[in-house]
């Protein structure tokens, strides 16, 4: 009898566990989003003129970085993958004014722009998810733009 009694309340603190674990639904939409994560109601939008254009910066984080001319200074700006670029036939070059639309964070101890788009002219690329993940080049065919201007051959499909 005393060892039914003991399994018994051993399940019922395993199984209310989980319950008091759990947050409310105020709990959960007052809470901040960690550090470093990706936030799209905290995206700002630069415009400046290109200093210099890396496409394979070894400075993390690694990848595309743009050194941003604004009237308010000089601002690092990442960019992910440069292959992403080269396939939308993207060109950032020095001296063009540009328009980034991301979130300023820090990488190790310097403050990046994460860009998540990218505006050249009348031309708009994606280079992020809505959530901040850099795009991989395979990626390309989510941008229904970039998508558009690929010739048939490059657009894939069955083989």
């Known amino acids: 009898m005393k060892f ?3 399994v018994a309340v051993a399940c019922a ?3 209310a566990g989980p319950v008091f674990a ?3 639904p105020a ?13 799209r109601a905290n995206e700002v939008s630069l415009q400046g003129t290109v200093l210099t254009y890396t496409e394979n910066s070894a400075t993390p984080p690694i990848g595309a970085h743009v050194l941003l001319q604004t009237s308010s200074g000089n601002v690092d700006v990442h960019l992910g993958d440069a292959r992403l670029l080269h396939l939308a036939k993207f060109s950032i070059t020095q001296g063009a004014s540009v328009r980034f639309v991301g979130q300023m964070q820090t990488a190790g101890n310097s403050p990046v722009f994460f860009a998540r788009l990218v505006q050249v002219g009348a031309q708009v690329l994606a280079v992020r998810s809505e959530r901040g993940f850099p795009l991989a080049p395979a990626g390309a065919r989510a941008n229904k733009a970039l998508l558009a201007s690929l010739p048939a051959d ?5 083989r």
């Open 4 to 6: 039914q009694l003991l």
């Open 22 to 24: 759990q947050r409310s």
């Open 27 to 39: 709990a959960s939409a007052n809470a901040k989003p960690a550090l470093g994560s990706y936030d």
């Open 13 to 15: 603190a395993i199984c």
């Open 154 to 158: 490059r657009k894939g499909g069955a």
